[in-house]
């Protein structure tokens, strides 16, 4: 059983910077892969970047690719999503979650109660 808690999201202007984090309980946080995603009001829940439990293998969606960056440190349990460059459509609540090596939501076990980020313009 593996427990995620986020932080980290608020309001900020277009351009800013905004470090989400995810802290994690249990002893198998490494055996996890650990993913962020996000959901705006009326959309689906969209992928946003996945890091392995070692960490040495990271993807990102395309419409974050060169802005967010995901990371993660096993010794600490936690989990971070650096968002820089941030835009308008950027806003959405952000989630952290554990599972399988996957961008499809389906395969994350475990999830955060989100984190809300807004963009103003």
């Known amino acids: 059983q593996v427990q995620l808690v986020e932080s980290g999201g608020g309001l900020v202007q277009a351009g800013g910077s905004l470090r989400l984090s995810c802290a994690a309980s249990?002893?198998?946080?490494?055996?996890?892969?650990m993913g962020w995603f996000r959901q705006a009001p009326g959309k689906e829940r969209e992928f946003v970047a996945r890091?392995?439990?070692?960490?040495?293998?990271?993807v990102h969606a395309d419409s974050v690719k060169g802005r967010f960056t995901i990371s993660r440190d096993n010794a600490k349990n936690t989990a971070h999503l650096q968002m820089n460059g941030l835009k308008p459509e950027d806003t959405a609540i952000y989630y952290c979650?554990?599972?399988?090596?996957?961008?499809?939501?389906?395969?994350?076990?475990?999830w955060g109660q989100g984190t809300q980020v807004t963009v103003s313009s």
């Open positions: 249990g002893r198998t946080f490494s055996s996890y892969t």
């Open positions: 979650a554990a599972g399988v090596y996957s961008s499809s939501p389906r395969n994350y076990y475990y």
């Open positions: 890091i392995s439990g070692s960490g040495l293998n990271t």
